[in-house]
């Protein structure tokens, strides 16, 4: 799995990924034409060919900067063979692709292996009753925000029961050491793991899943 189900995070990781696409194929364009100028620079000047896929004023402008190499070899002590100064434009070129290019990746492509790595381990613990209780229980480790905000989505209070009827006839005197469960809260999602509540456990392996973007 390489993208998210979420259609948020989805589309942030389309856009990370096209950012890092069109990284990549800018600097690679970049390299081809560098390499071209240092090729052209390395040739006299009644032999320099128009650089394809170029306007005539960068055309001219590559130009003017070639001949300006031209003056300061022609001061050099010692010119360059051709050889040597192929090795050199093709090595320049390389490592103006190599550099930012190996610089983007190191902080992209980890990332996204991780994720993708996470994501497959999730989808295969969520397919079986223990692998749930895992993902709950590395849903309880979240801030006590999110813990709260879990506990919010659950269908009732523990020791409560979604369908009880409202009493019509309350007793005015109640008692007051009668034992009322607690309102849900993060508490109440610790105790449900422990006890193997299984509303408790779905409610916190989806909880984990919809944070990896595995749930919509």
């Known amino acids: 799995m390489w993208y998210a189900h979420n259609p948020g995070r989805r589309a942030l990781q389309l856009l990370g990924d096209g950012a890092a696409l069109l990284w990549i194929a800018l600097w690679a364009a970049a390299a081809l034409a560098a390499h071209r100028l240092a090729q052209l620079?390395?040739?006299?000047?009644?032999?320099?060919?128009?650089i394809p896929l170029l306007g005539s004023s960068v055309?001219?402008?590559?130009?003017?900067?070639?001949?300006?190499?031209?003056?300061?070899v022609s001061v050099a002590p010692a010119p360059q063979s051709p050889a040597a100064a192929q090795a050199l434009a093709v090595l320049g070129a390389v490592a103006l692709f190599v550099i930012p290019v190996g610089l983007m990746l190191t902080v992209w492509l980890p990332r996204r292996i991780r994720w993708t790595r996470r994501a497959?381990?999730?989808?295969?613990?969520?397919?079986?009753?223990?692998?749930?209780?895992?993902?709950?229980?590395?849903?309880?480790?979240?801030?006590?925000?999110?813990?709260?905000?879990?506990?919010?989505?659950?269908?009732?209070?523990?020791?409560?029961?979604?369908?009880?009827?409202?009493?019509?006839?309350?007793?005015?005197?109640?008692?007051?050491?009668?034992?009322?469960?607690?309102?849900?809260?993060?508490?109440?999602?610790?105790?449900?793991?422990?006890?193997?509540?299984?509303?408790?456990?779905?409610?916190?392996?989806?909880?984990?899943?919809?944070?990896?973007?595995?749930?919509?």
């Open 120 to 216: 497959a381990t999730a989808q295969e613990l969520a397919s079986t009753e223990d692998g749930r209780e895992l993902l709950a229980l590395r849903a309880l480790l979240r801030p006590l925000d999110e813990l709260a905000a879990t506990a919010e989505l659950l269908p009732a209070a523990p020791g409560g029961t979604p369908d009880q009827e409202p009493d019509l006839d309350p007793d005015p005197d109640p008692d007051p050491d009668l034992d009322v469960p607690p309102d849900p809260g993060p508490g109440s999602l610790a105790k449900g793991w422990r006890e193997a509540d299984p509303v408790v456990l779905d409610a916190l392996a989806d909880a984990e899943l919809q944070r990896l973007g595995l749930r919509t």
């Open 59 to 72: 055309d001219g402008a590559l130009r003017g900067m070639a001949h300006a190499g031209d003056r300061i």
């Open 41 to 50: 620079a390395s040739q006299p000047a009644q032999h320099r060919p128009r």
